[in-house]
């Protein structure tokens, strides 16, 4: 089955420590993206990716980067220049827009990693 | 700006009961609208959206929305509820696009629902 995958599902950091989050898609989606989840606040974009080798800030970049070497593939490193990196991570995808409406595809999301500090 | 609002933090219904979760927009030129569901620690599954067309947008699991042009709204609703229907409900805007045209997605701060049996 299609899908995406995120890996851990838990992960604890240390003080000082990046972190990376694992996001694998087989859906042969062109655009991926990653949310930070916070109890009460709903989703706030991190970063986003249209293409490979292409990404962009969202709205709460700072402390978080991402590459994009590959078009299954998503990573994002929670680095230590995060001061409060404790929430619920969430990776999503969807089809290209090249060609097509824009805007009215559905992003598919993973089951999420769970980040605390230790 | 593009926003979306969900006025109720929880909305707790009877096994069997119909279901409302409320949703209002707020956007510039025709709205992109989409409804999702999250279960405890997992991700989000899309539900339903409205794009254009029939007012009455039928989705996943029983579930179906109105959209409302009027009172910019997109109420998703259930005519009857059931236990397992019990999980945090998101509502979703299509917003500003991408500088390589793909949007934003502007979600609501959800909304959970208690059914009770």
């Known amino acids: 089955d299609g899908g995406i995958t995120q890996s851990p599902k838990y992960l604890f950091r240390k003080e000082g420590q990046n972190v990376t989050l694992s996001c694998e898609q087989n859906l042969n989606h062109d655009a991926m993206y990653w949310y930070r989840q916070d109890p009460g606040q709903g989703l706030r974009l991190i970063y986003y990716?249209?293409?490979?080798?292409?990404?962009q800030k969202g709205d709460i970049a700072e402390g978080y980067s991402v590459s994009r070497e590959k078009k299954e593939s998503f990573p994002l490193t929670v680095t230590s220049a995060q001061k409060n990196p404790t929430a619920f991570y969430l990776c999503a995808s969807s089809i290209g827009a090249r060609g097509n409406s824009v805007g009215n595809q559905p992003q598919h999301f993973g089951d999420g990693t769970r980040l605390s500090i230790l | 700006a593009q926003s979306v609002a969900q006025p109720e933090d929880q909305v707790n219904v009877a096994e069997g009961n119909p279901l409302t979760v409320k949703c209002t927009y707020s956007?510039?030129?025709?709205?992109?609208l989409f409804w999702y569901v999250q279960y405890p620690n997992r991700g989000l599954q899309f539900l339903l959206k409205y794009i254009t067309g029939d007012n009455l947008v039928k989705g996943s699991y029983g579930f179906e929305a109105e959209f409302n042009k009027s009172q910019t709204s997109f109420h998703l609703k259930k005519p009857s509820a059931l236990v397992s229907d019990s999980a945090l409900y998101f509502c979703a805007v299509r917003g500003p696009m991408f500088s390589g045209g793909y949007n934003k997605l502007i979600f609501g701060a959800g909304t959970r629902l208690a059914v009770h049996p």
């Open positions: 990716s249209q293409i490979v080798n292409d990404f």
């Open positions: 956007v510039s030129g025709n709205p992109y």
